[in-house]
């Protein structure tokens, strides 16, 4: 059974920095793309950042210099490192992993959340 635990999420003021981890378990033979997603009160989810097995990126343009996005392969983990944090930011975020391959199965799977709030 795979699961995506997410960690990191809290309150922050304006122009602070966290960093959120998401480790995945089970007994996993490769995950090709992992990312991080977010929903704001109201708000449909986005993307935030994607990262490829291959170490390639992607941002959406509102997080493109203030969040960086980084894995390690060898612990199944997906980092998101966000940094000049402003309060639209504030949003539960989200982890997924795709083409997630174990003995038995290749699926998409998705974390819990982890809230993060963003003080004015």
């Known amino acids: 059974q795979v699961q995506l635990v997410e960690s990191g999420g809290g309150l922050v003021q304006a122009g602070g920095s966290l960093r959120l981890s998401c480790a995945a378990s089970g007994s996993i033979f490769s995950i090709n793309a992992m990312a991080w997603y977010r929903q704001a009160p109201g708000k449909q989810r986005e993307l935030v950042a994607g990262i490829a097995s291959s170490g390639s990126t992607s941002y959406a343009d509102s997080v493109k210099g203030r969040f960086t996005i980084s894995r390690d392969n060898a612990k199944n983990t997906v980092y998101l490192q966000m940094n000049s944090l402003k309060p639209e930011d504030t949003a539960v975020y989200y982890c997924?992993?795709?083409?997630?391959?174990?003995?038995?199965?290749?699926?998409?799977?998705w974390g819990q959340g982890t809230q993060v709030t963003v003080s004015s």
């Open positions: 997924k992993a795709d083409g997630v391959a174990t003995m038995s199965s290749f699926a998409n799977y």
